[in-house]
């Protein structure tokens, strides 16, 4: 490598401040004359006790801390926060979950150069963690690994388990009578047992498996359960990993390319991931510098059938992946099928195609979970990107698990999620209507808040798949039925579906990849003659800033896309 830690940090405090103010707040903290001459390694850690995904992580920072001391670096804690989806869902406090993904980015980097860091490994479990994690250490662009907190194990009420869409699903069963009141407590007290992040692949789990795909963490690591012992054993391997990837200068962007991206969205489409990895990683392949547009994302589905059986759409958890051979053994037949670019490195220092070597070419026979190449869930991917007069930037659906994903109906058009959320409570959405949910998008939000409730709801109604759905904002990793997410352009930037008025027809069609809306050029120009901006919701503060900066969901709804 070029420079060594130690010549890096003399010349920057040679250069840059006295060297003895310097060294001796290192002293203030224990260091020795000999720790000069070490890596200082940065050690990003999520641990809080806000949510079960993230109040498992102090152990594995722990571990971080002793595997680095040990790999003969010096490890430099700082923390970084996390909000929770799952109880933020349906309330004020999910306009701040896309906005934290962008503070723990800008807290990795703002550390890591402030710091004159030699590497980082970042810690997270919560679904923005990976994405914020994975940007920063992308900015950074020193040496970096990013290890997951580990996933929950299911839950478990009358011989069914449960996770935390069980929750939100049990809403509409209730509210619709098809559910006794003790069930739904039952269920709401039980379907989550303990630390981890939610089960299925949802957002964490599709993100940290991408990662794992990526190169940016170990093998095998993206599945573990948070509450089982070698989850901690591979984070002390993950630092001795990091410590030699800093001697050999390996850094992020050298990992994160667009073969690799092509390699993690690959991964995504072969596991039935969520919606929002298009929006991470259109973010992701923007901190890296990488040419990757939302209609890359249509071009892998095409190819890469979807070989796992695992919920939202499926049956199966993360922990059982894990238990039925994990990322490895689905990277694996996808890299035997030339579905795979195995030549690109990873943070081990292999090849992807190394990394895979001892894996078998084939899924064990005693498992359901990953199938062969030859025997998919699905010929093709689940994400799929829709254009049409309503979306012209484009949008994603997930269009597995449903009999018929074509749906023309009228349009119930509403301004918020709560006026939604409500109408369905109240029966007053019907089978063939096309809900219509505005303003929610990355300015409108803003943030672009996920709309598990609605859906949940629908799906508890039994309305799951003869009701469509499409907003401007996102849907949780657990959602499924007949929705389209990230319409862009958003209504509040003047897009067609601020047009939208109620008995409107609206056409879903995943086999045509169009989401169109039958309302003739001319019509749709007055309407926009018509049309008035809203005044912003916010003025002040972390939410403004985000709606003032925040670039299209069809660029990644990042905040430094200046053009």
């Known amino acids: 490598m070029s420079q060594t830690p130690a010549n890096r940090r003399s010349k920057n405090i040679t250069e840059g401040v006295a060297r003895a103010p310097n060294r001796s707040m290192y002293y203030g903290m224990g260091y020795q004359e000999s720790d000069f001459g070490k890596p200082m390694i940065g050690v990003a850690n999520g641990h809080s006790t806000i949510t079960p995904c993230n109040s498992g992580l102090q152990k594995l920072a722990d571990a971080a801390v002793i595997g680095l001391k040990e790999a003969g670096a010096n490890p430099q804690i700082f923390g970084t926060p996390t909000i929770s989806d799952g109880m933020a869902m349906g309330t004020e406090g999910m306009k701040y979950s896309l906005v934290s993904r962008e503070v723990i980015a800008d807290c990795i980097e703002t550390c890591v150069g402030g710091q004159w860091m030699d590497g980082c490994l970042a810690i997270g479990g919560c679904d923005k963690n990976m994405p914020g994690a994975m940007m920063g250490l992308i900015r950074a662009n020193v040496p970096g690994i990013f290890v997951y907190g580990g996933t929950i194990l299911p839950g478990r009420y009358k011989g069914q388990d449960l996770n935390i869409v069980s929750v939100f699903e049990a809403v509409g069963q209730f509210s619709a009578g098809k559910m006794s009141e003790e069930d739904f407590c039952q269920i709401e007290k039980r379907a989550i047992p303990g630390s981890g992040s939610c089960g299925g692949m949802y957002t964490a789990n599709t993100m940290s498996s991408s990662f794992e795909a990526l190169g940016m963490s170990l093998p095998f690591s993206s599945t573990m359960a948070n509450v089982e012992d070698p989850i901690v054993a591979y984070t002390s391997e993950a630092a001795r990993v990091l410590v030699e990837a800093v001697k050999a200068d390996l850094k992020p962007r050298d990992i994160v390319t667009k073969k690799s991206i092509e390699n993690a969205v690959s991964v995504i489409m072969a596991t039935g991931g969520s919606t929002n990895a298009v929006l991470h990683f259109l973010a992701i392949a923007h901190a890296a510098g990488v040419e990757w547009t939302i209609d890359d994302f249509e071009r892998v589905r095409r190819r890469v059938p979807v070989i796992c059986d695992l919920k939202p759409s499926g049956k199966y958890m993360a922990i059982d992946l894990h238990r039925a051979g994990g990322i490895p053994q689905v990277m694996k037949v996808l890299l035997n099928a030339g579905l795979l670019h195995g030549d690109c490195i990873t943070i081990t220092g292999k090849t992807v195609a190394e990394n895979l070597a001892d894996v078998p070419d084939a899924p064990r026979a005693d498992q359901e979970v990953i199938r062969t190449i030859d025997n998919p869930m699905y010929a093709q991917g689940h994400l799929a990107i829709l254009k049409g007069n309503l979306s012209p930037e484009g949008c994603v659906a997930k269009i597995t698990g449903l009999k018929n994903p074509v749906i023309t109906g009228p349009a119930r058009v509403f301004d918020d999620e709560?006026?939604?959320?409500?109408?369905?409570?109240?029966?007053?959405?019907?089978?063939?209507?096309v809900m219509v949910l505005r303003y929610l998008g990355p300015k409108g939000g803003p943030g672009?808040?996920?709309?598990?409730?609605?859906?949940?709801?629908?799906?508890?109604?039994?309305?799951?798949?003869?009701?469509?759905?499409?907003?401007?904002?996102?849907?949780?990793?657990?959602?499924?039925?007949?929705?389209?997410?990230?319409?862009?352009?958003?209504?509040?930037?003047?897009?067609?579906?601020a047009l939208v008025q109620e008995g409107d027809r609206i056409t879903i069609d995943a086999h045509q990849l169009l989401l169109e809306l039958h309302v003739d050029a001319t019509e749709l120009a007055t309407r926009k003659a018509a049309w008035v901006k809203p005044a912003p919701r916010y003025t002040r503060g972390v939410l403004a800033k985000f709606a003032k900066n925040a670039s299209s969901a069809s660029s990644g709804a990042v905040l430094d896309r200046f053009e």
């Open 418 to 433: 709560q006026s939604a959320l409500a109408a369905i409570m109240a029966n007053q959405i019907k089978a063939g209507d």
């Open 448 to 497: 672009m808040p996920e709309m598990l409730a609605p859906t949940g709801a629908l799906i508890g109604q039994g309305l799951g798949e003869s009701v469509g759905l499409i907003t401007d904002g996102r849907f949780s990793g657990g959602t499924w039925g007949m929705v389209v997410g990230h319409v862009a352009p958003e209504a509040y930037d003047g897009g067609v579906i």
